[in-house]
């Protein structure tokens, strides 16, 4: 009864944000419409998108899998008449890629290609990639940073490489990325960077003490970027994903704690589809946070903080609804802790029991 309830208020207080989403929909389609012909460079585990013959260009950082989200969002790029390419170091996973995304052109003048670059590699590499890139395809239209990895584990049983493994997949590779970008975007005036974090840069979650270090440091970043680049015409999405049915996910859940298992449990999982599209439309219409779900929308009312502003509506969303949010935010705390004293005193019996 005490969850219906939580889950009643808090719908209460963002239901208007969804009508008016409803309501605006046709202007999403409207505005995907201005992606044809372009140039989308998509990266997988390092991904990238262009357009030929047009004065923009797309480009998406992915995190491998074969249904990825930004798999997802280069595969609606191809469906919309965008030309695609790839990025990423393994060259079997780019043509297996390729192919599916080739699967889904929406004409006979799309072009599609792929590269391979390591983000966390040697800058100079990373920049010279983009630099041939851009030469070659045409100026960036959007930027989206997607990659991303978690290995699950408490601090302690963290080890040195785990650490270095996802600062680099998570933090560095999107710093270098945009680093190597970012000048001739503000040179152009115009355009989109998303950085794809996650909602764990919100709340620090049991057994991801390192992966939510990296997705704190992100969101610092976005914020920070945004101030840089708002003035030249660019602007910033910050993409915060809730749990997605991808392959590493389902990697990453065969070696989380059983705390962490179960705390990830109390929210819905959502598909690479769902989120793939929904990180789209807001960079589209300028949001700079980008999320799905009821618990994804009430963090960003909850903890919008300095964020920058680019919606009145969920400017008031924030305003009226951040203090019965931060109650609803206790609330589940106090769920989360239940479940890890629980763990905790489970095992202490059991161990207890076998040495009876």
């Known amino acids: 009864m005490e969850h219906i309830m939580i889950a009643f208020i808090s719908f209460g207080i963002i239901v208007l944000s969804f009508v008016l989403a409803t309501i605006f929909k046709h202007k999403f389609i409207a505005k995907k419409k201005c992606l044809l012909g372009r140039h989308v460079i998509v990266t997988q585990n390092c991904y990238n998108v262009f357009s030929s013959g047009a004065l923009y260009f797309l480009f998406f950082q992915v995190t491998g899998g074969s249904s990825g989200i ?130 764990a840069s919100f709340c620090g979650i049991y057994g991801l003490s390192v992966y939510c270090a990296t997705k704190f440091a992100l969101r610092g970043f976005a914020e920070a970027l945004s101030m840089e680049t708002k003035n030249f015409g660019v602007k910033v999405t910050l993409a915060l994903p809730p749990d997605t049915d991808t392959p590493g996910y389902t990697n990453e859940s065969k070696n989380k704690p059983l705390e962490t298992l179960l705390i990830s449990e109390t929210a819905k999982l959502f598909t690479p589809e769902e989120v793939g599209n929904k990180i789209l439309q807001d960079a589209l219409d300028g949001h700079f946070f980008s999320t799905v779900g009821l618990e994804g929308h009430m963090m960003t009312f909850a903890c919008a903080g300095m964020a920058p502003n680019t919606s009145y509506l969920e400017l008031i969303c924030q305003v009226f609804g951040a203090g019965i949010l931060r109650l609803i935010t206790v609330y589940y705390q106090s769920i989360f802790d239940k479940i890890i004293k629980k763990c905790k005193s489970d095992r202490e019996n059991i161990k207890n029991n076998k040495t009876l």
Request: aromatic share 6%; with cysteine.
């Open 70 to 199: 930004g798999k997802c969002i280069a595969l609606e790029a191809a469906k919309i008449g965008a030309n695609v390419t790839i990025v990423a170091r393994n060259k079997n996973r780019l043509c297996s890629a390729l192919d599916e995304i080739k699967e889904q052109c929406s004409g006979n003048n799309q072009r599609f290609n792929y590269l391979s670059v390591d983000l966390a590699g040697d800058y100079s590499i990373v920049e010279k990639t983009f630099n041939n890139a851009i030469e070659d395809m045409g100026p960036l239209y959007m930027f989206i940073n997607c990659a991303g990895m978690a290995i699950c584990g408490t601090l302690e049983e963290s080890s040195t490489n785990d650490i270095m493994q996802m600062i680099n997949t998570n933090l560095i590779s999107t710093i270098q990325a945009t680093k190597a970008i970012v000048n001739k975007m503000k040179q152009n005036g115009y355009g989109s960077i998303v950085i794809t974090s996650s909602l």
